[in-house]
């Protein structure tokens, strides 16, 4: 079965930047969107920003206009871009790959992304 590997989460202080990667071990079928959700030490996990299979991105109000879901096709591998970080930012952090034929979704392991005030 497909499995999602995530990396390049760590320390970084408010105001800096950081790029998570999210890479598949094999190919993904109908895949109907991708993107990242994360969850904050007692909280729900939450949107960070998708992209549908029309291309069309829905980010949280929180992080709009601070993020971007560059991809590879090549490496089977998409990315989260995040500038002007807050500690509000703080949180493990989950890629996700939606499709329409099953399993229907695919998750990452997860990567601890810490922003220092």
């Known amino acids: 079965q497909v499995q999602l590997v995530e990396s390049g989460g760590g320390l970084v202080q408010t105001g800096g930047s950081l790029r998570l990667s999210c890479a598949a071990s094999?190919?993904?079928?109908?895949?109907?969107?991708m993107g990242w959700y994360r969850q904050a030490p007692g909280k729900q996990r939450e949107l960070v920003a998708t992209i549908t299979s029309a291309g069309r991105m829905n980010a949280a109000d929180s992080v709009k206009g601070r993020i971007g879901i560059p991809v590879d096709a090549a490496k089977n591998t998409m990315y989260l871009q995040m500038d002007s970080l807050k500690p509000e930012d703080t949180a493990v952090y989950y890629c996700?790959?939606?499709?329409?034929?099953?399993?229907?979704?695919?998750w990452g392991q997860g990567t601890q992304v810490t922003v220092s005030s």
């Open positions: 094999g190919s993904i079928f109908r895949i109907t969107s």
């Open positions: 996700n790959v939606q499709t329409s034929l099953l399993p229907y979704s695919y």
